[in-house]
């Protein structure tokens, strides 16, 4: 049932690799548990008691609420499927509540680190120099993600209208704009580029050697500049991403507006945002108050 199940996701659903291979982890893991618990148990006759059992021997382990909230989420999906195919009579882990999960605030870059970063962090006019730049404006001054990043064909960037066409999770394409600064920093980059590796490939950025940059790539050259420009604890390209959203709504941006640039299909991931610039004001409060 579980490898029917599996292929189910991967052949129909489409769904990534990791995604298969993260519920495959919690199904085999389930199935054990419940086998130790009683060898004549099966798929067709856990109930909600076992599952709940389950996920205390979750969080007996160590494993966070997220994990948990995961492993959870991987049953009902199973269940789902195994009974509109008639595998099963019934679907214990429907009514199951998940624990609460704790979601930190995201990490940001301020305002003055990356003016700082962007405008005089020493750079050379090297190709290596120029590029790592230009990804840093790009996605400090669009917010968009790593992956989208790296997927960039020189085709997708409409100069004259000054906009990216992006194409976004699940292939979902959005139109983000772009400012005079990206532009430039862009415009420069492509003719240096072109000059150093040649245009031997449709996509935007290229390593040295001509090829497409890959995520590990620009995860690399950010978190080198990164590190030397802000104390936050991660130094990533999503850093930026936090960085885009809390500044937008800092300056006066709508919430819905932010979450239509950011490609986020719900209001709710967007609204975390608005916790981070809260928590900035209470930090201004405590430090400028004489009572505070």
């Known amino acids: ?28 893991d389930f199935e054990a548990f419940f086998k130790s618990q009683d060898e004549e148990l099966t798929w067709a006759s856990v109930d909600a008691d076992i599952i709940r059992r389950w996920m205390e021997s979750l969080m007996d382990r160590g494993n966070i609420a997220n994990t948990v909230g995961t492993g959870l989420s ?24 998940a624990p609460r999960k704790h979601k930190p605030l995201p990490q940001f870059v301020k305002e003055g680190e990356a003016d700082w970063l962007i405008d005089e962090a020493g750079w050379k006019e090297s190709y290596k120099d120029v590029r790592a730049r230009t990804i840093i404006i790009l996605l400090y001054e669009t917010g968009i993600r790593r992956g989208e990043l790296t997927a ?3 085709n997708d960037v409409d100069f004259a209208a000054r906009q990216l066409k992006v194409t976004g999770k699940r292939n979902k394409q959005r139109i983000v704009p772009f400012g005079e600064e990206l532009e430039t920093a862009l415009r420069s980059y492509i003719s240096l580029r072109d000059k150093s590796v040649g245009k031997c490939s449709e996509a935007l950025f290229l390593d ?14 950010v978190r080198a500049h990164l590190t030397g420009a802000t104390a936050v604890k991660k130094k990533s390209p999503h850093v930026l991403r936090h960085s885009f959203a809390t500044a937008m709504l800092n300056h006066g941006a709508g919430l819905e507006s932010v979450r239509q640039l950011l490609g986020h299909e719900s209001l709710q991931t967007t609204q975390i945002y608005t916790h981070t610039t809260f928590e900035q004001l209470r930090q201004v409060y405590k430090k400028s108050h004489p009572r505070g």
Do not use: C
């Open 1 to 28: 049932m579980i490898d029917q199940f599996l292929n189910y996701l991967r052949f129909e659903r489409n769904r990534s690799m990791q995604t298969v291979e993260r519920y495959e982890r919690s199904l085999r």
């Open 208 to 221: 040295n050697r001509g090829r497409r940059m890959n995520g590990g790539q620009v995860y690399y050259e």
């Open 152 to 154: 960039l064909n020189d």
């Open 74 to 97: 991987a049953l009902r999906s199973f269940f789902r499927f195994a009974l509109a195919r008639q595998l099963v009579s019934s679907d214990p882990a429907h009514h199951i509540t």
